[in-house]
């Protein structure tokens, strides 16, 4: 009897709907209103299309508090930066996030431990506001706003942070002499060396033993602080992996320098090259990955270098020669891990290829040994940009929401867990939902 008035009791309760004051969402399926769907925030309430609305494009319901009620969503995450075992994001008010594994000090919050953090952490305070961040393998580098100076953090065995006798983990800021004092724009951050972009042209540090730092001559130790690349040119963008580096220049062809075991420079095997040589391309955008390189050519992506993780595209043999990649439809932009790659459509789908041993390619392919030629990433909506790390991936979506998946034992996906070895392909929303709650 007492469970029949039980039962009773709770047809009697109203179900929650979105219209009752104060309404939380835990997932978009509950941001229906009439006809129309509405996206649930990391705030936990919900936000309708609105063009009127910079940015995001979506404002806030009328039933989220008197402090959000039909007003805009602001834009939380404006880039993200993926390295080996660790990733970092660059907030729209110029702070800094970082996570995954510490171990040398590449989150920039001043500590080192044999332990990951699974959540976002705060950057030292000293490197911000930045305008851009780009992570490598141990390390983490950033330009700092308004006055373009350029600050590395994390491990400095390679003289990667740019400082001779730098105090690990950083932050230091890196003497770039550059003329006049001018800024630098861009920063990359690569495995044991990195590279900052401005007026001036290219100047990088670090490992040069291969000649990857493309200023014509390396000293006897191996190592060398930020130096010019020789190449008057005006670069637009430039791509750094384990020994090589690429750049994007305004006018004329791709140009590439530093290793070229296995033609990642797109040019036949033979001696390291040590200043910027032309490649077979005119791109305008370029992703580079351990010992291989990818080019974006009017919608058509290219790559070429080592191939044994097909990632390439397709299985086969290491080759020099520009390499299509069968895409189903034409790229807007790319990005490239240590063995894998992805590119974003032109209808905002995101297309990955290459090793798969941590699912990160996505749910459509198999995770294991077997690499895979170009699948499609079930992601709920548009993508705008894709990131790529050793063995993880993140897409920035259209509305700014932040989708991860790969390899998550360091907790470099941001979702809140770590220490698994399994794959993780289904992409989720946790390092957003961290980052901008």
């Not at 910079?54 to 939380?76: F, I, L, Q």
């Not at 998550?408 to 392909?425: I, M, R, V």
């Amino acid at each position: 009897m007492r469970r029949l008035r039980l039962a009773a009791l709770l047809v009697l309760v109203p179900a929650c709907s979105i219209d009752d004051l104060p309404f939380r969402c835990d997932d978009d399926q509950a941001c229906v209103k009439g006809s129309e769907q509405g996206l649930c925030e990391a705030s936990g309430y919900c936000s309708f299309a609105d063009d009127e609305c910079a940015g995001t494009k979506r404002r806030y319901g009328a039933n989220a508090p008197s402090d959000r009620a039909n007003a805009c969503v602001p834009e939380c995450v404006t880039q993200l930066a993926l390295g080996q075992f660790h990733s970092c994001a660059l907030r729209s008010d110029g702070s800094l996030r970082c996570w995954g594994d510490a171990r040398d000090g590449q989150l920039g919050n001043g500590k080192t431990a044999t332990q990951s953090y699974a959540s976002p952490v705060e950057v030292d305070p000293s490197v911000q506001p930045a305008a851009y961040v780009s992570a490598g393998e141990d390390h983490t580098c950033a330009v700092k706003s308004p006055e373009g100076s350029v600050w590395c953090w994390g491990s400095n065995q390679g003289l990667q942070l740019g400082v001779g006798g730098a105090k690990e983990p950083g932050p230091v800021e890196l003497p770039l002499a550059t003329p006049q004092a001018q800024p630098a724009v861009a920063v990359v951050a690569g495995i044991a060396h990195s590279c900052a972009l401005g007026s001036w042209g290219a100047r990088c540090w670090g490992l040069c033993k291969s000649g990857q730092l493309g200023s014509g001559s390396c000293p006897l130790l191996g190592v060398n602080v930020p130096s010019p690349v020789e190449w008057k040119a005006d670069i637009l963008e430039l791509g750094v992996g384990l020994a090589h580096t690429c750049a994007v220049p305004a006018v004329g062809k791709l140009h590439c320098w530093g290793n070229n075991e296995v033609g990642q420079l797109g040019t036949p095997p033979g001696q390291n090259q040590e200043t910027p040589a032309p490649t077979q391309v005119i791109a305008q955008h370029v992703a580079v990955g351990a010992a291989h390189t990818c080019a974006l050519m009017n919608g058509v992506v290219a790559c070429w270098g080592n191939n044994d993780q097909a990632q390439l595209g397709a299985p086969g043999p290491w080759t020099p020669a520009p390499t299509k990649v069968a895409l189903e439809g034409d790229a807007t932009s790319l990005a490239a891990g240590y063995a894998h790659t992805c590119a974003v459509l032109g209808d905002g789908r995101v297309s990955c290829w290459g090793s798969n041993l941590y699912g990160q390619l996505g749910p459509r392919a198999e995770p294991g040994v077997k690499p895979s030629g170009p699948v499609i990433v079930d992601l709920p909506e548009a993508t705008e940009r894709v990131s790529a790390g050793r063995e993880h991936s993140c897409a920035r979506s259209v509305t700014g929401r932040i989708h991860c998946w790969g390899r998550n034992d360091y907790g470099q996906l941001g979702n809140g867990e770590s220490g698994s070895t399994e794959a993780n392909p289904v992409p989720d929303l946790g390092v957003w939902k961290a980052l901008c709650r």
